[in-house]
C-alpha cells in the first residue's frame, strides 16, 4: 500500500492544478514564444487554431493590391530587374515631371525656356542669312535650287544649263539677256547694207564728172562682191550737182544679165538719191552672194554741169585697174553686157554707192 500510494503522487502531486476550459489563440504571424505560468493545464485534444486562408481573399482583390489600380494595371516601375524599394516612382509624378518647364534636375527658370519659348528662337534661327559668325556667306540647304537661293554644281563642278537658261540648250543656241535659250538671228533683212567700199575715194580727193565727159556711147562698169544673200530695197548715190533726167543706174551678175535698172535719175547738189521705185523689176529685188556689175549711163544728156561724184584716178601705171566700159546706144541702159568685153579704165568713177535693205 505504501509503493501504491507513492506512484499516484507521482501522477497526481499534492496541490496539483484543473484543467482548462480555454486555448490561446495562435491564428496570426508573429506570436513570440512564452512558456506560460497558468497552474490550469490543456487538455490532450486541445487545438490553438491557424490563420484564415489570405490566398483566396487575396486573388479576388482588383484594386489596392501591391498599388494596381482599380483596371488591375500596375504602375510604372523605377527599377531595371530588381525587387521594389521604398522610393519607386508612381505614374502621377511621371506626368508631373513632364509637365515642368522649371526646375527639372536642378535647372532653373532662367535657363529652361518654354515649349513656345524654344519654338520661336528655332523659327528667328532658321530665318538668320548668316546664324554662325564665323560663316556669315552660308546658305541653308533647303535653299539649293529654290526660287530666290542658289544652284548647285554638275558633275564637271560647272553651273547645269538648265539652271543658267532652263531646258532646251544645245549648240545652235546662246543664252539671251532674258535667261532663255535662243537661236541667233541671221542678218536681219531690212538693216542689210551693202557699201561698194572700192568705189570710195580712199587715198584721195573725190573729183567731179559732166554728163558730156561721161558720153552717151558708154556704160561706166564697176565690179563687186556680194558675199551673202540680200534682198535689195533701194539703192543710194551721191551726186555733185543739180541736173535733170542725167543718170541711168543698172546692177547685172556675174554672166552679164541684167538684173534691175532705175529709171532715169535726176541729180542733187551734193546730196543723196534715194532710188526706192521706178525700178525694172520693181523692188524688192533678191541678189543671191556672186559677182555682181554697178553700171551707170548718161541718158544721152549732153551738159557740162559736173553733175556725178567720182572717185580719184588710180593712176598712170597702175595695174590693178577697178572700173571700165562697155559700149552703149544713146545713153540707154544695155539689155545685157559681155564681163570679158568690158574695157579696163583707170579713170575715175562713180563713187559713194550703197546698196540697202532699208527702205525708211
Known sequence: MTQRYSYLDAENPPGG????????????????????????????????????????????VTASVHNFNASGDAPAQSHGNSKHDATYITQ??????????????????????????????????????GPHSAATNLEKTAQKGAASGYCGLDAGQKVALVNLGGSGADNTKYLRGDQTWQVPPGPPANLMQESLL?????????????????????????????????????VYIRTAAVL????????????????????????????????????TPAFPVTLPAGTYYFVTTNNNVTSSTAAYAVTPVIGTGATLPRWGYVAATAGAMPSSITPAAITKSLGGWMCYVILSNVTS
Open 17 to 60: 492544478g484543473s484543467p482548462s476550459d480555454t486555448v490561446a489563440s495562435e491564428t496570426s504571424f508573429g506570436i513570440t514564444p512564452d512558456k506560460g505560468a497558468a497552474a490550469s493545464y490543456s487538455r490532450g485534444d486541445h487545438r490553438h487554431g491557424t490563420p484564415s486562408d489570405p490566398v483566396t481573399a487575396h486573388k479576388t
Open 92 to 129: 502621377a509624378a511621371v506626368t508631373d515631371h513632364a509637365a515642368l518647364t522649371t526646375g527639372v534636375h536642378g535647372v532653373g527658370g532662367s535657363t529652361v525656356d518654354s515649349a513656345s519659348a524654344r519654338d520661336s528662337a528655332i523659327s528667328s534661327h532658321n530665318d538668320l542669312t
Open 198 to 234: 572700192e568705189s570710195y575715194p580712199f587715198g584721195g580727193t573725190p573729183t567731179t564728172l559732166t554728163p558730156t565727159t561721161h558720153t552717151a556711147t558708154k556704160a561706166y562698169v564697176f565690179p563687186f562682191e556680194l558675199d551673202r544673200a540680200m534682198t535689195l530695197n533701194a
Open 244 to 279: 535733170s533726167n542725167c543718170l541711168i543706174i543698172g546692177i547685172f551678175n556675174s554672166a552679164g544679165t541684167q538684173v534691175w535698172k532705175s529709171g532715169v535719175l535726176s541729180t542733187l547738189l551734193t546730196d543723196w538719191i534715194a532710188v526706192t521705185s521706178g525700178g
